[in-house]
């Protein structure tokens, strides 16, 4: 397969992102439009789950949000979901317009918070064949409830300090992205720190904060609920054990998708980019896109 490093615009500003194409593609095939959760860059485990489809016959996008990565943009780390579901939808214009993608076919395929976005994404666009979501980000006010009351007091003052900043134009301040029970961070949950950054490579220095006033977004954004307005296939790979975002929950939003398919993992939010976890997710979503998205017509 190859890999070509690509850059599209998003507003005003350039995202960065990795085109994959299989060396046997011949003519124009679907693509998956890949993208990663919170706070996380394409580095920390999506070129595996490329690889697997590229090597199916799909072609496949992975790119990074503005002012995360390799994607322009300042602050650096700014969280912003808005930017974020805009990026999505200037990723999907960009591969529509490649002369070797069918344009009819493409797949958005998301995780943690991204599994949220490519609800609501879907939804938005309207015209995209199929959605894979894992482990999703559906409720805001589910995976607020995960933090334990001194987390969330602590996030709270942050993030009304990093809103007045905004306003004032000032210096940002941050929180940061993982932590233990009681700390200042946006998860939480237990063991979530050595899973998180295990995601990054050796080599790679990984900003750990993000700009806080995300914190007040967070427990408003519901992109669970768009799943009832889907009107194309959507595999929902929901973790049984995920202290993330709970599962309970993920699941009595997700069954409103009309032509949803649910599959159940007896593991955590961080198990599945890994192992045995993440073969059995990979197989079940291969399985997936050979149903509903062949790569021949």
Same mark, same amino acid.
């Given at each position: 397969m190859q890999r070509h490093d690509v850059r599209f615009a998003s507003g005003t500003q350039m995202c960065a992102g990795w085109l994959y194409e299989p060396d046997s593609a011949q003519t124009p095939g679907p693509l998956i439009v890949m993208a990663h959760g919170l706070g996380a860059v394409k580095e920390m485990g999506l070129d595996a789950f490329a690889r697997r489809f590229v090597a199916e016959g799909y072609r496949a996008l992975v790119f990074d949000y503005r002012h995360f990565g390799g994607s322009e943009g300042i602050p650096r780390e700014l969280l912003d979901i808005g930017r974020q579901l805009d990026d999505w939808a200037a990723a999907i214009h960009y591969v529509r317009l490649l002369d070797n993608v069918d344009a009819g076919r493409i797949v958005l395929w998301g995780t943690s918070f991204s599994g949220g976005h490519v609800i609501e994404v879907a939804k938005r666009d309207g015209e995209v064949a199929a959605v894979m979501s894992q482990c999703p980000f559906t409720d805001g006010f589910a995976s607020l409830r995960t933090l334990g009351i001194v987390s969330?007091?602590?996030?709270?003052?942050?993030?009304?300090?990093?809103?007045?900043?905004?306003?004032?134009?000032? $210096?940002?301040?941050?929180? &940061? +992205? !993982?932590? $233990?029970?009681?700390?200042? &961070? +946006? !998860?939480?949950?237990?063991?979530?720190?050595?899973?998180?950054?295990a995601l990054v490579p050796d080599d790679m220095v990984l900003p750990d904060q993000v700009t806080a006033r995300i914190g007040m977004r967070i427990p408003l954004y519901y992109p669970g609920r768009a799943a009832a307005d889907l009107t194309m296939p959507a595999l929902f790979c929901v973790c049984l054990q995920d202290r993330v975002a709970p599962a309970k929950t993920t699941l009595w939003h997700v069954r409103k998708a009309r032509h949803g398919q649910i599959q159940r993992y007896t593991t955590g939010h961080f198990d599945i980019y890994f192992g045995e976890w993440f073969e059995r997710v990979i197989s079940d979503q291969i399985a997936f896109l050979q149903s509903h998205v062949p790569v021949t017509r």
């Open positions: 969330l007091l602590k996030v709270t003052v942050l993030a009304v300090r990093d809103t007045i900043a905004a306003l004032r134009h000032s $210096t940002p301040v941050r929180v &940061a +992205l !993982v932590g $233990t029970r009681g700390q200042a &961070a +946006l !998860v939480t949950a237990p063991g979530a720190v050595s899973a998180y950054y």
